[in-house]
Nanobody
Framework: QVQVMESGGGSVQAGGSLRLSCTTSVDEYAMGWFRQAPGKEREEVGC???????RYADSAKGRFTISRDNSKNSLYLQLNGLKPDDSAMYYC????????????????????WGQGTQVTVAS
């Protein structure tokens, strides 16, 4: 069973930054970040393909960046210019494919998830 663990969440003022980390026992495939605020549906923040390219939600473009360090089996989410609306539980998720779900490989899907790390942004 794939192990996934997020860290790095916390409380910041609007305009601040955080860096979330995700360590996994499998770090060879496309991985992504999601978030879910109370009373709202879970939404994808972005997904990083194995070729190093990424896609982002419109709300994340220009402010958030996904990266990885394969030597550490780690995925990161750099959050800059945080807003109160960014407050949510953030989850790391992984696939067993090179591309992100919904793209060229119809088999790709997020099949393993972490427990989440809370981000709270004060106005």
């Amino acid at each position: 069973q794939v192990q996934v663990m997020e860290s790095g969440g916390g409380s910041v003022q609007a305009g601040g930054s955080l860096r979330l980390s995700c360590t996994t026992s499998v770090d060879e495939y496309a991985m992504g970040w999601f978030r879910q605020a109370p009373g709202k549906e879970r939404e994808e923040v972005g997904c990083l393909r194995t070729d190093g390219s990424a896609r982002y939600a419109d709300s994340a473009k220009g402010r958030f960046t996904i990266s990885r360090d394969n030597s550490k089996n780690s995925l990161y989410l750099q959050l800059n210019g945080l807003k109160p609306d960014d407050s949510a539980m953030y989850y790391c998720a992984g696939t067993l494919y090179n591309s992100c779900p919904g793209e060229d490989n119809p088999e790709s899907r997020f099949s393993y998830w972490g427990q989440g790390t809370q981000v709270t942004v004060a106005s």
